[in-house]
């Protein structure tokens, strides 16, 4: 008998690829995820390095104009921050979005990897009933064979 081949091979390299691509793309989210983080934390430090600053130049005395400007730069880095925690929010969401898409892609891989090894068994089946059945037919022959030679 010929070899074992299962039809849908070309489907379940597909469901691989996409599994890849799906993975690909929650790795890129999850990355993109991490530099908000870091940004976030950057944004904080700096917030809180010009507020000392702020401080130490105001006890020494400084003009309105320039700490309005210091005020405003406060402003900015909070304004930011603000920002970078809705985007962070936004990101969160999309990866449990790609989180559910590649938990899809895998159950569909593995259906059919599952699919494909039941068939095998299947197939192995066959191939072994079929060699038993040729092993008995040769068996019988060979036993024929000695019955009629005996009674020669």
């Not at 072994?128 to 000695?146: F, G, M, N, T, V």
């Amino acid at each position: 008998m010929k070899r074992f081949e299962f039809k849908l091979q070309a489907l379940l390299n597909f469901r691989k690829h996409l599994e890849r691509v799906a993975q690909q793309d929650m790795a890129k989210t999850v990355m993109e995820l991490a530099a908000c983080e870091k940004q976030i934390d950057s944004l904080q430090t700096t917030h809180v390095q010009s507020a000392l600053r702020l401080e130490k130049i105001v006890e020494k005395g400084v003009v309105a104009e320039e700490f309005a400007q210091h005020q405003g730069y406060l402003r900015a880095l909070v304004d930011m921050t603000a920002q970078e925690k809705h985007r962070k929010i936004q990101l969160g969401k999309v990866l449990g979005q790609k989180r559910l898409a590649l938990k899809k892609r895998t159950i569909d891989k593995k259906a059919m990897e599952r699919l494909r090894e039941s068939q095998a068994k299947e197939y192995n089946h066959k191939l072994l009933a079929a060699e038993q059945k040729e092993l008995d037919e040769i068996s019988s022959l060979k036993k024929a064979r000695e019955i009629a030679n005996d009674t020669k």
